[in-house]
C-alpha cells in the first residue's frame, strides 16, 4: 500500500535537479569490499510502537525484520527532541552543545563539524540525501559531504517551516539516485529521512483501516511500507541498515501532546536497529545515545573514528547517557529539563527533581526522588560532568528564516521576564506546556479560531512570555481581524521594545492592516539593522509600494537596495513584478530573470514573466504558470489562466490537481470549488466530484452552472428522472 503523491513527473524531476547539492570533491578510489550504508531516520518515531519493541498492535515487518536479523538498542535515548539538533547529533557524533544547536531554528550545523557523509566519502563512498521536510534541508547544513542533496520541499510560499514531503515521493527520489548508480563498482552512503509520523497524522486509508483508526500507528505501518522499498533496492548487495529515530512522541503521556518541551521516555527513548553487513543478531540493554552511531558504524565497516568525538562504539563500556531541552526557559521562563540515564535510573533535573527506575516504570509514573536523595545528588554530579552550560544567544541560521520562525513560535524574542536565580518547576506549569502544543496542533489541523482561544488563556495567565503575543498576532491576522493583530503586535513590542524582531513583527501586521505609511516607516528604519535577514528587503519595497508614496517610490527604494546588495534575487524579482503588470516589459524582464533564481521565487513572479512571455511560446508560458502555483497555489490570477491552459488542452487530470491545491489554499473561492468538481467529473471519477460538487452547492446552492453541472452528474449517477428535473431547475433560473 502506498501513498500517492501528488506531484506530476515534470514536478518531480525538476525538484530532483533543484536539490542536488553543490558539488563535493570527487571521491579517492574505494578501498575493496567495502559494504554499502544505508541510513533512515524516522523522524518522531517512538519505539515503544514498534513491533520488535513490544507493541502488539504495530504493523511495521520490515523493522521488525531488520531487528530480528541485527542489533537492536533497547534503550536508545534521542540527546534532545527537535530533529534539528538531534539530527546534527546522529549524523556527527556529538552532543548538541558542542554543536551549538541547542532547540529548532536557532543555528546550522557547523561547517567545521565532521558529518558520517563526509567520513564515508573520504573512504571512496558515493553519497545521497533524501529528506522529507525543511527542517531537514540544505538550510540547516546537513548537506555536507553529500554527491547530492534532494530537499526541494514544495510550500505554500507561507508556512515553509511545516512543509514536508509524504515517505513516496522522498523515496522515489532516493531510488532514483540508487538506480542512476547501478554498476558503478565502489559503496554508496544513502541516507532516507522519513517524517510521516510527525504531527498532524493522516495516514492513507489503507493504513488507518490495518491500525483501526490509531492515526500514528497507521503513519509508521505507512512508513514501514517506505523502508521496505529502501530495503529492497538494496538486495543482492552488501549492505548495512542503520534505522534510528530523531525523538519520539509524547501522545499525551505527562500531559504533553507532541514533543519538544519534555525529556520524558515518550519522546527521547527511540528505535536504534543496525541490520546486515558485520552485524549478529542481538539485543543491547545497555543505554546508548545517538551521539554513539557515528564511532559504531565506523566500527562495524574497520574506519577509525575520528577524535573528539561525544559519542563511543557501543555495545561497550557503560556509559550515561544526556538528554536536554531549554524550551521551557528560553521561551517562558520556566527551569529547563535536563536528564541522564545512567544504567536503569534515569533523573530529571528539576527544583523538584525526579528520578526513575526505568526497569520497573518505563513509564516514569512513580518518582523515587524523595525517598533516594543519595541518587539524585549522584546522578546531579553525573550531569556535571558533561560539562555543558545553559545555551547563549542563538546564531542566525539562515537569514531569510528568521522573520518565519517568528511567527511559528520557534524563535519569538524569548522570555521577557528573570531568567536569574530559582525558575519555577514545569510540574507546577502543565497547562502551559499542553495549551502551547494545543495552539500547534490546531494551527496544523487548520483551526486557528481554536488555536486563539488558548492563546488568549496563555496570554492572560503569562503576560510576560513575548512569544504568546506574537503568536496571538500571527493568529488574529490569518483570522483577517487586522487591528486586533496590530494592538497584539504593539503589546509585544511593548514587552521587548529594544527587539529588532518585534519591531518588523509590529511592521508584518501594519502592512497586512493596510497601514502601510507606518508599516515603511519601521520596515525602513529596520533594514539595515536586519541586513541578515534579505526578506525584509522586499517586504520594504513592497510597503512602500503600497503606501502613499506609490510604486514609483518603491521602485527607487529597490533599486536603491539592489544597488547595496547586489546578490539579492529576491529583491529584483520583487522590483519587476509591478514593472512588469503595468506593461514596462524592458525595464521589468532582466529583474525577472533575476528573481527567477530566488530559492524560491517572490509570489508572482514567475506569473509576471509568464505575461511577457510570447503567447507562441505554450510550454514556456505553462511551465512559468506551474513553478507560480506550486509555490503560491493562492495566486488567484495565475491559477486561473494555468486552468484556461488546462482546459484547451483537454488536460483534466491536471486540472484536478491544480483546482484541488487552489481550493485548499482558498477555501473560501468557489470557482476553484466549482472548477475541481468539474474536472474531475471529465476525468469520470464521479464519487469524488460529487464530494467536491457538494461542498460547492453548500457556499452557492442557487448558481445555475453548479445546478447544470449537478443535472449532468445525478445523470451519470444513474438518475436521469432527477437529472432532468434539475436541468429543468437551472433553466428556469436563468432565464
Aim: charge should be negative.
Amino acid at each position: 500500500m502506498r501513498r500517492l503523491t501528488g506531484l506530476s513527473l515534470a514536478a518531480t524531476l525538476a525538484a530532483a535537479v533543484a536539490g542536488c547539492a553543490q558539488p563535493v570533491a570527487p571521491p579517492p578510489d574505494p578501498p575493496p569490499a567495502m559494504p554499502d550504508v544505508v541510513l533512515i531516520t524516522m523522524d518522531t518515531t517512538r519505539a515503544d510502537r514498534i513491533g520488535a519493541y513490544g507493541y502488539e498492535h504495530a504493523h511495521t515487518e520490515t523493522i521488525d525484520a531488520l531487528a530480528a536479523a541485527g542489533r537492536r538498542y533497547d534503550r536508545a535515548v534521542s540527546p534532545i527532541p527537535l530533529t534539528i539538533p538531534a539530527h546534527a547529533a546522529l549524523l556527527t557524533g556529538k552532543y548538541p552543545p558542542n554543536l551549538g544547536i541547542r532547540d529548532n531554528g536557532g543555528a546550522r550545523l557547523p561547517a567545521d563539524a565532521v558529518t558520517l557523509a563526509e567520513l564515508l566519502h573520504q573512504e571512496g563512498y558515493a553519497s545521497a540525501a533524501s529528506v522529507a521536510a525543511f527542517v531537514t534541508t540544505r538550510t540547516w547544513g546537513f548537506d555536507q559531504g553529500f554527491d547530492a542533496y534532494f530537499d526541494d520541499i514544495p510550500s505554500d510560499g507561507r508556512d515553509f517551516w511545516h512543509a514536508s514531503l509524504v515517505g513516496e515521493q522522498v523515496v522515489d527520489r532516493a531510488l532514483e539516485w540508487v538506480d542512476g548508480r547501478r554498476g558503478d563498482d565502489g559503496p554508496l552512503f544513502l541516507w532516507v529521512h522519513l517524517y510521516d509520523p510527525h504531527f498532524p497524522y493522516t495516514p492513507p486509508a489503507p493504513y488507518l483501516e490495518q491500525a483501526e483508526g490509531r492515526v500514528y500507528d497507521g503513519e509508521i505501518a505507512y512508513m514501514d511500507d517506505q523502508i521496505a522499498r529502501v530495503v529492497d533496492a538494496f538486495a543482492g548487495r552488501d549492505a548495512l541498515f542503520v534505522l534510528s529515530g530523531d525523538h519520539g512522541e509524547a501522545l499525551g503521556d505527562h500531559k504533553e501532546l507532541t514533543h519538544g518541551l519534555y525529556v520524558y521516555e515518550a519522546t527521547q527513548r527511540v528505535p536504534l536497529i543496525l541490520s546486515g553487513h558485520g552485524v549478529k543478531p542481538e539485543v543491547v540493554d545497555a543505554p546508548t545515545s545517538l551521539v554513539d552511531v557515528v564511532p559504531t558504524v565506523l566500527s562495524i565497516l574497520g574506519l577509525a573514528a575520528p577524535a573528539g568525538l561525544d559519542g563511543a562504539v557501543s555495545p561497550g563500556a557503560a556509559r550515561p547517557a544526556y538528554s536536554e531541552s531549554w524550551q521551557l526557559a528560553t521561551r517562558f521562563g520556566i527551569a529547563p529539563h535536563l536528564g541522564v540515564v545512567d544504567g536503569s535510573l534515569k533523573l530529571i533535573d528539576t527544583p523538584r527533581p525526579e528520578l526513575y527506575d526505568l526497569a520497573s516504570d518505563p513509564q516514569e509514573l512513580v518518582n523515587l526522588a524523595e525517598g533516594r536523595p543519595e541518587e539524585v545528588e549522584r546522578l546531579r554530579g553525573v550531569l556535571a560532568s558533561f560539562g555543558f552550560k545553559p545555551p547563549g544567544a542563538p546564531a542566525v541560521a539562515d537569514p531569510e528564516v528568521s522573520a518565519q520562525l517568528q511567527a511559528l513560535g520557534y524563535v519569538e524574542g524569548g522570555f521577557a521576564g528573570d531568567l536569574e536565580g530559582p525558575l519555577p518547576d514545569p510540574k507546577d506549569h502543565a497547562a502551559l506546556v499542553h495549551l502551547t502544543q494545543r495552539v500547534d496542533r490546531q494551527n496544523l489541523l487548520g483551526h486557528p479560531e481554536e488555536g486563539l482561544k488558548a492563546l488568549d488563556t496563555l496570554v492572560a495567565s503569562y503576560p510576560e512570555v513575548v512569544e504568546f503575543q506574537t503568536r496571538r498576532a500571527s493568529l488574529l491576522g490569518q483570522l483577517g481581524r487586522k487591528e486586533e493583530a496590530v494592538a497584539a503586535s504593539r503589546a509585544a513590542l511593548a514587552l521587548a521594545p529594544a527587539d529588532p524582531q518585534a519591531r518588523m513583527n509590529l511592521a508584518s501586521s501594519l502592512a497586512y492592516a493596510e497601514q502601510y505609511d507606518e508599516a515603511a516607516e519601521l520596515y525602513r528604519a529596520l533594514v539595515d539593522e536586519l541586513s541578515y535577514v534579505p526578506k525584509i528587503r522586499v517586504l520594504t519595497v513592497s510597503a512602500v509600494m503600497a503606501s502613499a508614496a506609490g510604486v514609483d517610490a518603491g521602485v527607487e527604494e529597490g533599486l536603491r537596495l539592489l544597488e547595496a546588495n547586489p546578490e539579492d534575487d529576491a529583491l529584483a524579482g520583487a522590483i519587476g513584478v509591478p514593472l512588469a503588470l503595468r506593461g514596462e516589459t524592458q525595464r521589468a524582464r532582466p529583474l525577472l530573470e533575476r528573481g527567477l533564481r530566488a530559492n524560491p521565487p517572490g509570489r508572482s513572479v514567475a506569473y509576471a514573466m509568464a505575461l511577457m512571455t510570447p503567447i507562441e511560446d505554450k510550454a514556456g508560458i505553462q511551465g512559468l504558470l506551474e513553478a507560480e502555483v506550486a509555490n503560491y497555489p493562492g495566486n488567484a490570477p495565475a491559477v486561473a489562466m494555468l486552468g484556461d491552459l488546462y482546459a484547451r488542452d483537454k488536460a483534466w487530470e491536471a486540472s484536478v490537481e491544480l483546482f484541488r491545491s487552489a481550493s485548499a489554499a482558498q477555501p473560501e473561492v468557489l470557482r476553484w470549488k466549482h472548477a475541481l468538481a468539474q474536472s474531475l467529473f471529465n476525468v469520470q471519477r464521479f464519487a469524488e466530484a460529487r464530494v467536491a460538487l457538494d461542498r460547492a452547492l453548500q457556499v452557492a446552492p442557487e448558481d445555475v452552472d453548479l445546478i447544470v453541472l449537478d443535472a449532468n452528474l445525478i445523470s451519470k449517477e444513474g438518475d436521469p428522472v432527477r437529472a432532468r428535473a434539475r436541468f429543468d431547475e437551472a433553466q428556469r433560473m436563468s432565464r
